[in-house]
């Protein structure tokens, strides 16, 4: 079956300080995606990775960055957290643009 | 502005009635349609999809939808709803045109009374 594991389910962190969200799948998917999910705004696409090396922007890239060095790893780096970033967090994949996306369980990130 | 709108922020049902969720997209073309469910605490499911073709929708869990292309809709229903159906439900699209990215509604929350 489908797996996309996000390494952690909950994290706190500090303002200033540099966070690392991470995502692996096991399905070979070409294409990976993070998401930031907030009550009333539904899912909103940070970035997101049709192929190694390659990143694009979505909606809200500002603050957030992300590395693909592997396939089957796609990591979201905010650069200098702040409190707006508190939120859930969303990675998926698929295999292809039409596909349906799988998404992991997400990671609920707090910033004091 | 090119958009997925779920008019419904929060519904009430009686277990054994029937659901009804709505969800309708403003773009110029005919997109490719889906309806996730996520529970608490946990990430986005697929229940269905539409790509072409038939215009009812099977899914999984006994859910079904319908696309109407006169009205820019894919209405999500069940005929029979169980408790473990309480969770928030997204209807999203994804366009040729915008790089196939997937753009979500802001959702619907699905409260079962017993």
């Known amino acids: 079956d489908v797996k996309v594991t996000q390494s952690s389910r909950y994290l706190v962190k500090r303002t200033g300080e540099k966070v690392f969200l991470e995502c692996v799948q096991d399905m070979d998917h070409e294409n990976m995606f993070w998401y930031r999910q907030d009550p009333g705004l539904g899912l909103r696409l940070i970035y997101f990775?049709?192929?190694?090396?390659?990143?694009e922007k979505g909606d809200i890239p500002e603050g957030y960055s992300v590395s693909r060095e592997k396939k089957e790893r796609f990591s979201l780096i905010l650069e200098s957290a702040s409190t707006n970033q508190t939120s859930m967090y969303l990675c998926?994949?698929?295999?292809?643009?039409?596909?349906?996306?799988?998404f992991g369980d997400g990671t609920r990130l707090s910033i004091l | 502005a090119q958009s997925v709108t779920q008019p419904d922020i929060h519904i009430t049902v009686s277990e054994g009635a029937s659901l009804e969720l709505r969800c309708n997209y403003s773009y110029g073309a005919t997109p490719y349609l889906f309806w996730y469910v996520q529970s608490p605490g946990q990430g986005l499911q697929l229940l269905l999809k539409?790509?072409?073709?038939?215009?009812l929708v099977q899914g999984i869990k006994g859910f079904e939808a319908e696309f109407k292309r006169s009205q820019s809709s894919f209405n999500l229903r069940k005929p029979s709803v169980h408790w473990s159906d309480a969770a928030e439900y997204f209807c999203a699209v994804v366009l040729r045109s915008n790089d196939y990215k997937l753009s979500f509604g802001a959702g619907t929350t699905v409260t079962v009374r017993a």
């Open positions: 990775s049709y192929d190694v090396k390659m990143k």
């Open positions: 998926a994949s698929s295999f292809n643009g039409v596909q349906p996306q799988h």
């Open positions: 539409y790509f072409s073709g038939d215009t």
